[in-house]
């Protein structure tokens, strides 16, 4: 008996929708249906995986896909957890196209197995932003307030904040509803602006969904254990266990979560006061962090978070636990490194203010974070003015004689007027059309290429991303997809050609994840298992894996990535190689070449490098192989 993957295709700008049906087998999942949606119909598509709602856990992701409005180019992001409720609408995606007339949020609900209810809500959105607990948040209660009685189960909302409005780097945020109440554990997708694409394109500033309608999701956990027990030789759960113990608790290292273990393992890695550290000594690097990070910022965080055990699900059942809170504060460790130790801030209190502030406007936090320090440094080299950025102040950017409290606090606080001055536009901030465009203005008008300092990726003419916070090259790959873990990462060095063959191996592996709905958290067990499954349930395990090839080269075909552009780019790179000889001692002669060739011509040896990662990508992933 064929499956299908029903879509509902709601056209915002009038109410109407219909329901389509697609074969399994004919796509896999929300990003192979996604790809086709986008190119026929220039949606947005919200969906979930083949086992959201089913016994294995990280089943229940949400996962985006369209055009990305800051990425210029086709986009996956995606959030833990909302997909269980999503599941209860008993279909797989929703694709949005057409525009409502005014901001609106969107209702949809699905009472045990009845039509879905359709409808585009208008609302002031500009006054519901600034009520209240202000942006995201208050149009979350304002949501809620309006439609939540009509559900009989605990529905789920995804909202947008000003930044969707006013930039291209604009998120998506949803929080657990439990027992009528709605919960602080923020969840984001937050990567490639589709908070922004919502809001400008679609005229969606929130949506509201739910119901009661029960399919058919596998529960079978005796089947499931003996997959298990022939893999691994342990049931499911303890293998799902085993595999989480870092988002957990690492005895290891004393901590848990992305926050603890990587502050925990970082070292001389350490990246600060945006990205200036790689140019410092390892010394300096190691002695800023053990004062700075080691005997502070991850002291209170283990101190208020781990040994407190405030620690939360993204809204699923999940033995991960990986939601490090400290009251309403959510501890991830990209947004509090980006507005963290990147905007020099070391201190949580501080961190805390910022990374809420930039949350309730609803940035993607990691290319806001990235944004900011590279206006501090901007500020702090006198290469632009506080008139010209709209601010009152200047950062305090330099590890020498840094007070980890006070100097924290004054940067947080510039870091919230600098947002303001993005939002409103003060002083010569413009970013409503990407960061790239306003640095061309800026050079234009001041001589000055601030662009040099800036440390992203670009992908056609103005597509941009801030990258991952890892100083490794990979976060730097010229990948069709960037700012998600659609490449290597890892800190060894590898050779480009290589590190291009290996990113081009992550990106279909990551697919895998992607397209079944699981969270990359349980990566350990679901990158080898999700064929398997499939296979079992389905009979498709070869037609799943190709399916994974051809749409890695799909996704391949659209690569319009650009050549380094900053020249913290290219030194990233270089310092990188350095300090693999010079501090860990790597005396590979093809690393030394290449540290060589850098160290005569940087610039001429970025373009070769640059060009050999992008060779190992494109012969990894043609059509035909």
């Known amino acids: ?198 809001f400008q394109d679609y005229g969606i500033a929130s949506i509201i969904y739910g119901g009661t309608t029960v399919d058919e999701d596998f529960r079978d956990r005796k089947v499931a254990d003996e997959w298990f027990g022939q893999k691994y030789q342990q049931k499911l759960a303890a293998k799902d266990f085993e595999s989480t113990t870092k988002y957990r608790f690492d005895p290891k290292f004393g901590t848990g979560g992305t926050f603890g273990v990587n502050y925990a393992t970082v070292k001389g ?129 330099s590890p020498e004689g840094f007070d980890v409290i006070n100097d924290s606090m004054h940067n947080a606080e510039l870091g919230i007027e600098l947002i303001d001055s993005i939002l409103e536009g003060k002083g010569d901030i413009d970013l409503s059309e990407g960061v790239r465009k306003w640095a061309r203005r800026m050079h234009k008008m001041t001589g000055k290429k601030i662009i040099d300092r800036f440390v992203f990726s670009s992908n056609g003419r103005r597509g941009w991303m801030a990258p991952n916070q890892y100083w490794t090259p990979g976060v730097l790959a010229p990948m069709a997809i960037m700012g998600k873990y659609y490449m290597y990462y890892g800190n060894d060095f590898v050779p480009p050609r290589d590190l291009g063959r290996f990113c081009a191996e992550r990106l279909k592996q990551e697919l895998v994840l992607d397209n079944a709905g699981i969270c990359r958290f349980h990566r350990a067990w679901a990158e080898e298992m999700m064929p398997e499954i499939i296979g079992s349930i389905y009979g498709m395990k070869d037609k799943f894996n190709s399916s994974v090839s051809f749409t890695a080269s799909r996704i391949n075909s659209r690569n319009a990535s650009v050549f380094l552009e900053s020249e913290r780019n290219i030194d990233l790179i270089h310092t990188f190689l350095k300090r693999k000889s010079d501090e860990e001692k790597e005396n590979r002669q093809e690393l030394l070449d290449w540290i060589e060739q850098f160290d005569k011509n940087k610039y001429e040896a970025a373009l070769n490098f640059w060009f050999e990662i992008r060779k190992g990508i494109d012969e990894s992933l043609r059509d035909f192989q």
């Open 269 to 397: 890695k350490i990246i600060a006061f945006n990205y200036k550290t790689i140019y410092s000594s390892e010394k300096e690097r190691l002695e800023l962090n053990e004062k700075l990070v080691s005997q502070h910022y991850l002291k209170q965080f283990n101190e208020e978070t781990i040994e407190k055990k405030q620690q939360a699900t993204c809204g699923e059942p999940c033995s991960a636990v990986c939601k490090k809170m400290n009251g309403v504060y959510k501890k991830d460790y990209e947004p509090y490194q980006t507005m963290g130790p990147l905007c020099g801030i070391f201190d949580q209190r501080a961190a805390e203010k910022l990374n809420h502030y930039c949350d309730s406007m609803g940035f993607d936090a990691i290319n806001c974070g990235c944004i900011l320090s590279w206006f501090m440094e901007l500020l702090d080299e006198k290469i632009l003015t506080k008139e010209e950025l709209g601010v009152t102040k200047l950062p305090r950017f």
């Open 1 to 198: 008996m064929d499956a299908f993957l029903k879509v509902l295709l709601v056209d915002a700008s009038n109410g109407f929708y219909k329901i389509r049906r697609y074969k399994v087998g004919d796509y896999f999942g929300p990003v192979d249906l996604g790809i086709h949606m986008s190119d026929n119909y220039r949606s947005l598509n919200i969906g979930t995986g083949l086992f959201a709602g089913s016994i294995f856990p990280g089943s229940n992701r949400l996962v985006f896909t369209g055009y990305s409005p800051c990425w210029r180019g086709f986009y996956i992001s995606s959030m833990g957890g909302a997909g269980l409720v999503f599941d209860n609408l008993g279909i797989n995606m929703v694709s949005i196209v057409g525009k409502a007339p005014s901001p609106s949020v969107l209702y949809l609900n699905r009472n045990h197995g009845e039509e879905i209810e359709v409808e585009i809500a208008p609302l002031d959105i500009e006054s519901v932003w600034k009520s209240g607990r202000k942006g995201i948040y208050s149009l979350m209660d304002h949501t809620f307030e309006k439609f939540a009685a009509r559900y009989e189960i605990d529905p789920r909302i995804l909202a947008t904040g000003p930044a969707a409005k006013n930039t291209d780097f604009g998120g998506i945020c949803s929080v657990p509803v439990v027992k009528g109440r709605i919960t602080y554990v923020d969840t984001w997708a937050g990567r490639g602006g589709f908070g922004s694409k919502l």
